[in-house]
């Protein structure tokens, strides 16, 4: 968790909405940003440290087949996403990251920016309801403006090597975009959405009307929550200026380190 704490030290995020912060176990919501992971780390780790709760994220199947990449996914808590698993986990009192766009969210396409592509997915929904647990909807917002897609999934499958690819298991949805370029300095946003409630549904996690319905007010506030982020973006004076603080952050640790020393945990 040390590297954790030191990228959100660097990238200095602004959290909103802690206040919305349940009590006990809860399924947490989110958007997935291009590549998945650098606003996931900031939320995972800030969790732990400043709440003391380990999020046990829900990651795709193809994680889990790659070799060194499975093993730091495990280190971080990420549980190989299915009901089973995230029925478990409640069962257990864990919270539950979950990120409903799958791997299509973090696979941008070109000109993308936070879009929600979540299907008719409920899974999410069903065990919240299943455990009387409430739903929280988190929005992230930074990482999509910091790159440009050079190269997506649109023109691999349109190459002539798409069906060499497809025949050793490569996925469309899955096919992460190629940036152009160096990625841009770009401060991180967060916001917890007020908790959906689902105790009033626990037991009907197999009645779709419900589930339809919870599913879709909790679409929606993060997509609100996404909009309102993106309006305190754009007032940040100082959106663009986190690499700066992200190099004193670097230096500080690297004489520390070079002194014998560990970081401070603050």
């Given at each position: 968790m040390?590297a954790l ?14 206040n ?7 399924v ?31 990651g ?10 499975r ?5 971080a ?25 799958g791997a ?32 929280v ?32 298991g490569?996925?469309e ?5 190629i940036?152009?370029g ?6 991180i ?19 779709d ?15 609100r929550?996404?909009?309102e ?31 014998g ?6």
């Amino acid at each position: 968790m040390e590297a954790l704490r030191l990228w959100r030290r660097a990238v200095q995020p602004r959290l909103v909405g802690v206040n919305h912060l349940p009590s006990g176990p809860a399924v947490f919501v989110g958007n997935h940003t291009i590549y998945g992971f650098l606003d996931a780390a900031v939320l995972l780790e800030w969790m732990f440290h400043e709440q003391g709760v380990l999020l046990r994220s829900m990651g795709d199947h193809v994680h889990f087949q790659i070799p060194v990449w499975r093993e730091l996914f495990v280190a971080a808590g990420v549980v190989d996403g299915n009901r089973d698993a995230a029925d478990q986990l409640l069962a257990e009192g864990h919270s539950l990251l979950i990120f409903p766009g799958g791997a299509r969210e973090v696979a941008r396409r070109k000109g993308e920016r936070y879009p929600l592509h979540w299907k008719q997915r409920t899974g999410f929904v069903r065990v919240a309801v299943k455990h009387g647990v409430p739903v929280v909807p988190v929005a992230m917002v930074g990482v999509d403006d910091a790159f440009d897609v050079a190269v997506d999934a649109n023109d691999v499958t349109g190459s002539p090597l798409w069906p060499a690819l497809q025949s050793l298991g490569f996925r469309e949805e899955a096919l992460m975009p190629i940036p152009g370029g160096l990625p841009r300095p770009e401060r991180i946003y967060l916001r917890f959405m007020k908790p959906v409630r689902t105790a009033r549904w626990r037991g009907q996690q197999d009645d779709d009307a419900p589930v339809m319905a919870l599913r879709e007010e909790v679409r929606e506030s993060v997509r609100r929550g996404i909009d309102e982020l993106r309006v305190m973006q754009a007032r940040d004076p100082d959106r663009n200026s986190v690499v700066a603080g992200g190099k004193k952050v670097l230096v500080r640790w690297l004489a520390q380190a070079l002194a014998g020393s560990t970081p401070p945990a603050r």
